[in-house]
């Protein structure tokens, strides 16, 4: 009972967001493959860093315990094909999975259209699982799960780095922004 | 000077900035990883919900087959952490909308793409990620941002992959939603 109610909780405050930020729109989030806006790198490379950030810090606090966190299995291979199978349909479509689900709650019908795509989509993997099933698990990286270990540098260093990443995603962002606003392509 | 931005309905409230934005969606994520030990999703629920629907519309088919038939075998097919949390996301993206006045029925890229056009390539791109979902065992939200944000390499080789293949497919098929 009180787990249901925090997934809801949580889930509301991940559409509320995600609508805030404007992802509810697929215009708005494919501009950012027109390099006019910016605002997908932004925000999700922000809340990525503020999370991991967040993390490390309340584990050395001896808050969280790390052994309770869960981490995707680096099958690589799997991993990239389906990435890039979802970024080339965020491309074409104008959504990913999550984001259509807050789309169509605006009253977009093509966030509902692509919505249904991803039952057609499921259907299709699933009769043609047979195919599919050794790809999704090829390309296992046994050198260790996370970057740290991945890399061999402490999470320290991948933690500054990664600030540094973000601080020049929105410097880099800002400058695109404002290069496609005087050319009047916004 | 007023600048123009068709993403936006007229007379709505403008978006949050990207840095609002992203501390909220960080303090989200933190909190359900705080709270749960896992981070937020949104194909965990579309599949069990495609598996729900198959065994309605096809039951036999469903029950054989390989990846579906695990799922629906137990009976409770829905009832997970996932489905609420997505419940949650639907509630909070039609309360946000509304507070902002963006609630009107539309098919955005319509002016550009034209009605069927816009709809088919919407439908095309599900079609593409709901495939791609099942080959990495998630989406953007369940393995690029929450994979990312605990430092997994799978997280990273995502969101490379994932906006390699977008930037690419952006200019091949004319630039996205406009």
Not at chain 1, 128 to 155: I, M, N, S, Y
Request: proline share 3%; aromatic share 12%.
């Amino acid at each position: 009972m009180i787990e249901t109610f925090i997934a809801i909780l949580l889930g509301f405050g991940f559409g509320f967001v995600l609508e805030r930020a404007g992802f509810g729109s697929g215009c708005k989030l494919t501009a950012q493959f027109r390099l006019t806006d910016w605002s997908v790198f932004k925000v999700m490379f922000g809340a990525i860093v503020f999370t991991a950030v967040g993390l490390y810090v309340l584990e050395l606090a001896g808050l969280v315990e790390a052994a309770g966190i869960y981490v995707p299995i680096p099958y690589l291979w799997a991993i990239a094909a389906g990435g890039a199978l979802i970024g080339a349909g965020f491309a074409v479509g104008g959504y990913c999975p999550g984001t259509s689900a807050v789309g169509l709650m605006t009253g977009r019908l093509d966030a509902l259209v692509f919505f249904a795509g991803l039952f057609i989509g499921t259907f299709i993997f699933a009769g043609f699982f047979p195919q599919f099933d050794a790809l999704t698990t090829a390309g296992e990286f046994t050198k260790g799960d996370r970057l740290p270990e991945a890399l061999g540098v402490p999470e320290w260093l991948v933690l500054v780095a990664m600030v540094g990443a973000a601080i020049g995603v929105f410097v880099l962002g800002g400058w695109f922004e404002r290069r496609a606003r005087a050319a009047g392509q916004v | 000077m007023e600048i123009s931005n068709a993403c936006e309905l007229p007379g709505s409230k403008p978006y949050w900035p990207a840095w609002l934005a992203a501390l909220a969606l960080g303090v989200v994520l933190l909190l359900t990883f705080i709270l749960t030990g896992h981070g937020l999703g949104a194909t965990g629920f579309t599949t069990r919900l495609t598996a729900w629907l198959g065994d309605i519309a096809a039951p036999q088919w469903t029950l054989a087959n390989d990846y579906l038939g695990p799922m629906v075998e137990d009976g409770a097919v829905l009832s997970s952490w996932i489905s609420w949390q997505v419940l949650g996301v639907f509630l909070g993206a039609l309360v946000s909308a509304w507070l902002a006045g963006r609630l009107a029925w539309r098919i955005e890229g319509a002016a550009s793409a034209g009605r069927t056009g816009r709809l088919l390539k919407a439908l095309a791109g599900g079609i593409l990620a709901g495939i791609g979902a099942r080959i990495a065992a998630g989406c953007t939200s369940g393995v690029g941002l929450s994979g990312a944000a605990v430092l997994s390499v799978a997280g990273f080789v995502f969101l490379g992959a994932f906006f390699a293949a977008g930037l690419i497919a952006a200019r091949l098929s004319g630039g996205g939603v406009k």
